[in-house]
């Protein structure tokens, strides 16, 4: 009944989040001679603070209207090609200058781990003007009905065939996080089927493929528990009035709430901070707060069967690195892999995938050549800096272009906005682990 009793409870709240807003209003109104006081603007502040505390975030929106193509804005459309029970295929297709040539096809798979697919706003942003993307839009398991059946591991693994496939030839994958080994899977057995529709190339950045290595709190949790646990705990029912009332689900904001715990410290010097600035009347600071948690406290639902199947295969029974995961019955092999190139992205202070597990796949796809190979690990970034963030853009969106124009269908033409330098350099690990302390 927890869920059921979160729910009531946000429900309860209701008339107190009005009452807040419509008082926030007020005392913020340029007609009240108190708005242009301190204490009016603490007041307006503290009730800002409280209603944000206290509403549900919606499902944000990409809002990637233009991108910069050759030194010159060019319009983005977005559309669903591809439309699936759990999950929609997005594509953001561009109004290219006449003349640029073909850029490369690129499926993003984005993580279905509590967060919806617009956590990689920024990551579709910094490849838009270099790339032709798509991205995996996957739906909140609470809106999705009981009559659509269930979804796993498995399944995700299938979404994930059928998208490349229907993408066509030299369709290039990037995988962030938790998608990493349902990625790696998906290829693996297309190679082993000689799958001509095979990616022309692969990208990991901060995935959990072998959680052995550099375990961080979140691989402890998982170990130190039996999965009994987790489904005892953790997994409950979608309450009416839902879509998906009586679906089992992993509930959104029991992962947000694991996830704020581990840095609950940081989250409240952040809100504190926002208080402030909007009392100093700091627009830009308080505007980059609304922008990063309007994002961060969207959350969805996972399908139990999912979540426990990830839990149990990733991150108990080490599966994959094993050799002992398992597809409709089929041994998953990554040494069959041998067409598609692999480069593997990881941030040195990462905290929620230590650094040397996104590595990890580079040893499980041993046939592939030196050539159709690299690895890099970007200095001083936790997990969220892997994929999004300055050093992002300046220094992995290079490498990751680079690596897919290198492993692609070579064209006439090339973008010229992709720096000379950017070449895939194979750097080595770095000794030392990444400490507990470090910033995501």
Same mark, same amino acid.
């Given at each position: 009944?927890?869920?059921? +009793? ?15 807003? %419509?008082?926030?209003? @007020? ?13 009016? =603007? ?9 209603? &944000?505390? #206290? =509403? ?7 809002? *990637?209207?233009?991108?910069? +193509? ?23 297709? =561009? ?25 990689? &706003? ?16 996957? /739906? ?6 009981l009559s659509e059946g269930s979804f796993d591991l498995d399944d995700y693994i299938d979404y994930v065939i059928e998208m490349i ?19 790696? @899977? @998906? ?28 375990? #961080? ?10 999965? %009994? ?25 029991l992962q947000l709430s694991g996830f704020m715990s581990m840095n609950l410290d940081r989250h409240m010097i952040a809100h504190k ?14 505007? /980059? ?18 979540? *426990?199947? #990830? ?7 080490? %599966? ?16 069959? +892999?041998?067409? #598609?190139?692999? *480069? ?54 290079? =490498? +990751? ?8 269908? /070579? ?14 350099? &194979?750097?080595?690990?770095? &000794? ?5 302390? @470090?910033?995501?």
């Amino acid at each position: 009944m927890f869920y059921h +009793i979160y729910e009531f409870g946000h429900a309860a709240m209701a008339p107190a989040r009005a009452t807040a807003e %419509s008082m926030r209003i @007020a005392c913020s109104n340029p007609f009240n001679p108190l708005s242009y006081t301190a204490m009016g =603007r603490s007041m307006a502040a503290g009730l800002e603070v409280f209603e &944000r505390a #206290t =509403r549900r975030y919606g499902k944000p929106s990409f809002d *990637l209207p233009t991108t910069m +193509i050759s030194g010159r804005s060019v319009s983005v459309h977005e559309h669903v090609v591809l439309s699936k029970p759990f999950c929609d295929l997005l594509h953001f297709e =561009r109004v290219v200058p006449s003349g640029h040539g073909r850029d490369p096809k690129l499926l993003i798979v984005a993580p279905m781990s509590g967060h919806y697919a617009t956590l990689l &706003r920024g990551t579709v942003e910094a490849l838009l003007p270099q790339a032709d993307i798509y991205i995996t839009d996957w /739906k909140d398991a609470r809106m999705v009905p009981l009559s659509e059946g269930s979804f796993d591991l498995d399944d995700y693994i299938d979404y994930v065939i059928e998208m490349i496939r229907f993408l066509g030839e030299d369709t290039h994958v990037l995988a962030v996080c938790q998608p990493s080994v349902p990625v790696l @899977a @998906a290829v693996a057995r297309m190679e082993e089927d000689n799958d001509p529709l095979a990616p022309a190339s692969m990208t990991l950045m901060g995935g959990p493929i072998d959680t052995r290595i550099n375990p #961080t709190a979140v691989n402890q949790l998982a170990q130190d528990r039996p999965l %009994s646990w987790f489904a005892d705990n953790v997994v409950m029912q979608v309450p009416w009035p839902q879509p998906g009332f009586m679906r089992t689900v992993y509930p959104g904001f029991l992962q947000l709430s694991g996830f704020m715990s581990m840095n609950l410290d940081r989250h409240m010097i952040a809100h504190k901070d926002f208080f402030f600035h909007l009392v100093k009347n700091d627009g830009d600071s308080a505007d /980059k707060h609304r922008d990063f948690y309007d994002e961060y406290l969207a959350v969805m639902d996972l399908t139990a069967e999912f979540y *426990l199947q #990830t839990v149990d295969t990733v991150f108990i029974k080490h %599966s994959l690195p094993k050799g002992e995961m398992m597809h409709r019955g089929s041994r998953v092999d990554c040494s069959k +892999i041998r067409r #598609t190139a692999l *480069l593997t992205v990881e941030g040195e202070n990462d905290d929620i995938s230590g650094v040397g597990q996104t590595h990890a796949a580079q040893t499980l796809c041993s046939s592939l050549t030196d050539a159709k190979r690299a690895h890099y690990v970007q200095p001083d970034v936790g997990h969220y800096g892997v994929f999004n963030g300055s050093r992002f853009r300046k220094e992995i969106v290079p =490498r +990751i272009v680079a690596f897919m124009r290198e492993h692609g269908v /070579k064209t006439e033409a090339v973008n010229s906005n992709t720096p000379a330098k950017s070449a895939a350099p &194979r750097l080595k690990l770095p &000794r030392r682990a990444p400490s507990s302390s @470090a910033k995501v």
